[in-house]
């Protein structure tokens, strides 16, 4: 197929996207970063400033140390009375999670929302291994039944209105009357979910964070059914990264403080559940007192260690998929994951994350819905330079690719010093500034030089500068961040 | 090339005591940059650095025009060259309006630039380049058409879609309409003000969305031509 082929069915498949899902993308991903920089504001730019900085050191300081948390997690988890494994890819964290399974002689797990899954497939495992699996997050309920993916790194079924939702589950429900409204869906779904959580042998959930010193995964939601899967169910199989870890409960403190607001605009989200080991209350409703309860947790390397000594993909791992990267990103509002999107992760991290837990070509299918704008980078909670990040991942697709049959026989004859492979366009647009000018003609260069040098130093920025300012939100006429530089005049 | 804006860079600095050398650089690097070609990218930052290095020394402030410009010099080349090289550039390089606001704020006489009155309104729509937001450093053009007395309302879309080469790229061109569409609604709602833009391809989006020919803040405050 010839790369102008592949350009044309690009633009259908983007064509059809923006008809499809569009409008529902739109106001979902807009709403939330309107609600992020309220929540943000509310903090105070400074508060921000702090608390990212801090959870950026303890994530850097937890990746420098993972293989110590490893084992610190490993003996903490055990003297709870549970149990560790550290799977090395996704067929091994299935087989294990199948393995348990078969030793409880399940024929239900009920699971609360968890990308890491997603990430490795359990549900199509255990379905082919006799299991029934049934998600009770909403989101992710409407996309089992859907027989879809995950649009957004929380919001998995973004992509769908109201409308459509109440379409889908009256087909598959056939309810007595048409559900229509949102509460209506809603409390038909909580019915409907609350029958196949009793029914469960396992619950499954994800961990936002695992605290190594104690053993504790904890658990960040608003529908309040991760801890319902896990108090409901006698064993309790938690599946999340390796990258999850933190040293003690107290570096927990500002993770929690952060990601409230930056996925959901809430400065905190409603249901924080804390759980260390198999949980010991009576299983509600009516179980059997004395059942007795396991706890798995199941971490997933899956590429996570090859990342943390890739220099340029580690600080991925610092990701805490809270999804501000996707809200704040212009091209994310427009399309949404399943175009900006790689086999499992969306947005602009989600190209850090396919190119190191999957491949090279599930990130370069998205990497380009990147512009380099960097309106994610203040909105990450741990700093993380996601425009950089998908800057080298479009380097490596460059390099990655086989020189073409019409290219250069000589590649010193190119006016870069790219490899020969790199796709035409992008060679075209990256040399735009040394064409002649007739060649550009159509366009104004976006490649300015600097325009003036003056010979005084008639203006510093103060030291705190403004480098790093958080978002203000320009939404507001006069907001303008506090953190103006004051410039001294030297002449 | 707009040669325009950078015109009006000079008056407005020179009118404001600023003694002004333009001088012949190469390109930033930012176009390799944001196709993935790396390596290039770190040429063309050598290449720059070599090229100013000169005047930095003298003690000259490098003053930028093209926000995607000064986001190389203040983030990008962090990548791309040895730290005191870098920290030279970044330490050293201001968007023009912050330039401006810097002196305005340490008393140059702000009368020299154009406020509203006669037939200029004094109600504006600024939409600050992306970059330039993520650098912090909308406030500081909003700053100065607020000590000049304008009434300035800002976007609040992040992007306009264009981005620098994205636009003009067949598969994605619907898409960047698309997204330039939000920022046509927010200027559209706006319908009286003068409508400014600080990035090259933000005015492009802009002129392709309506009729309001859109201008560079320091074109719109710098005095006229002599
Ligand atoms: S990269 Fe940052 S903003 Fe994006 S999901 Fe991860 S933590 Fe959130």
Redesign the interface.
Same mark, same amino acid.
Do not use: I
């Given at each position: 197929m010839s790369s102008e082929e592949s350009r044309a069915g690009k633009a259908a498949r983007i064509r059809a996207i923006l008809d499809a899902e569009g409008e529902a993308v739109a106001a979902n991903a807009r709403h939330l970063n309107d609600r992020r920089y309220e929540a943000i504001d509310e903090l105070g730019a400074e508060r921000y400033e702090e608390l990212r900085e801090t959870v950026r050191g303890i994530k850097e300081d937890a990746i420098d140390r993972l293989p110590e948390l490893l084992a610190t997690v490993e003996a903490a988890v055990e003297d709870n009375g549970g149990e560790v494994y550290v799977a090395d890819d996704a067929a091994d964290a299935t087989d294990y999670i199948e393995s348990v399974c078969a030793g409880l002689d399940a024929e239900s797990v009920v699971k609360s929302k968890s990308m890491t899954t997603e990430e490795i497939g359990v549900n199509e495992a255990l379905e082919e291994a006799g299991v029934a699996v049934h998600e009770t997050d909403l989101g992710e309920l409407v996309i089992q039944l859907a027989d879809e993916t995950p649009s957004h790194l929380i919001g998995p079924g973004f992509h769908k209105s109201r409308e459509e939702i109440a379409r889908l589950f009256n087909e598959r429900f056939d309810p007595e009357e048409p559900l229509e409204t949102a509460d209506e869906l809603t409390a038909f779904a909580r019915d409907y979910l609350a029958d196949r959580i009793d029914e469960a042998d396992v619950g499954m959930t994800g961990a936002n964070f695992v605290v190594a010193e104690t053993g504790t995964i904890a658990l960040v939601t608003n529908e309040g059914n991760a801890r319902k899967v896990i108090e409901s169910t006698n064993h309790h199989v938690a599946v999340t990264g390796i990258e999850k870890l933190l040293p003690t409960l107290e570096s927990l403190r500002p993770f929690v403080e952060l990601i409230g607001r930056t996925a959901t605009g809430q400065s905190a989200a409603i249901y924080n559940t804390l759980v260390s080991g198999p949980v010991n209350s009576p299983p509600v409703p009516f179980g059997d007192p004395d059942a007795e309860r396991t706890f798995h947790l199941v971490l997933i390397d899956n590429g996570r260690r090859a990342m943390r000594e890739d220099p340029d993909l580690r600080e991925t791992l610092y990701c805490i998929r809270c999804g501000a990267c996707n809200n704040s990103c212009a091209n994310f509002q427009s399309v949404g994951g399943h175009a900006f999107g790689g086999e499992t992760y969306t947005g602009g991290i989600g190209t850090g994350w396919e190119a190191g837990v999957h491949d090279l070509e599930s990130a370069g299918g998205m990497n380009d819905f990147c512009t380099g704008c960097s309106r994610c980078e203040p909105a990450c909670p741990v700093k993380i330079d996601i425009p950089w990040l998908n800057t080298v991942v479009r380097d490596r697709v460059n390099r990655g690719a086989d020189p073409g049959e019409f290219d250069f026989l000589v590649e010193g004859l190119v006016p870069d010093d790219e490899h020969g492979g790199i796709d035409r366009q992008k060679r075209f647009f990256g040399n735009f500034p040394t064409l002649p000018s007739r060649e550009r003609s159509w366009s104004r260069c976006s490649a300015s030089t600097p325009a003036v040098t003056c010979r005084h130093s008639a203006a510093r920025r103060s030291s705190s500068g403004s480098r790093h300012a958080g978002p203000s939100h320009p939404g507001s006429r006069s907001g303008r961040p506090s953190s103006i530089p004051t410039p001294t005049r030297t002449t | 090339?707009?040669v325009g804006?950078?015109k009006a860079?000079?008056r407005a600095?020179e009118a404001l005591?600023?003694?002004?050398?333009?001088?012949t %650089?190469?390109?930033?690097g930012?176009?390799?940059?944001?196709?993935?070609?790396?390596?290039?990218a770190q040429?063309r930052a050598s290449g720059l650095y070599a090229a100013?290095v000169d !005047?930095l020394r $003298?003690?000259? #402030?490098?003053?930028?025009?093209?926000p995607?410009?000064l $986001?190389m010099f203040?983030? #990008?080349y962090e !990548?791309l060259l040895p730290a005191e090289r870098f920290d030279s550039l970044? #330490?050293n390089?201001?968007e023009?309006l912050? /330039?401006v606001? @810097?002196?305005v704020?340490? @008393? $140059?006489d702000s009368e020299v630039l154009a406020g509203p009155g006669g037939d200029r309104d004094r109600a504006v729509v600024y939409h600050?380049h992306?970059?330039q937001?993520?650098?912090? %450093?909308? $406030? !500081?053009t909003?700053?100065v058409l607020e000590a000049l007395g304008y009434d300035?309302?800002?976007? #609040?879309?992040?992007?306009? @879609?264009m981005? @620098?080469?994205?636009g003009?790229?067949?598969?994605? /061109?619907? %898409?960047s309409v698309?997204?330039g569409r939000?920022l046509g609604s927010q200027l559209r709602e706006e319908a009286g003000r003068r409508v400014l833009a600080s990035g090259?391809?933000c005015?492009?989006q802009i002129d392709s969305l309506l009729d309001r020919d859109p201008v560079h803040p320091i074109e719109f405050v710098a005095p006229s031509r002599a």
């Open positions: - | 090339m707009n804006r950078g860079a000079v600095l005591g600023v003694a002004v050398t333009v001088p %650089l190469p390109p930033s930012r176009a390799p940059l944001s196709q993935g070609m790396v390596s290039t040429e100013v !005047h $003298a003690g000259k #402030d490098l003053v930028v025009v093209e995607s410009t $986001a203040r983030n #990008d !990548h970044a #330490d390089s201001y023009v912050e /330039y606001f @810097g002196l704020e340490n @008393g $140059a600050p992306c970059q937001r993520t650098l912090g %450093l909308d $406030a !500081h909003v700053g300035v309302v800002t976007s #609040d879309v992040e992007c306009c @879609g981005a @620098g080469s994205f003009y790229k067949s598969e994605y /061109y619907e %898409l698309d997204v939000a090259t391809s005015t492009d």
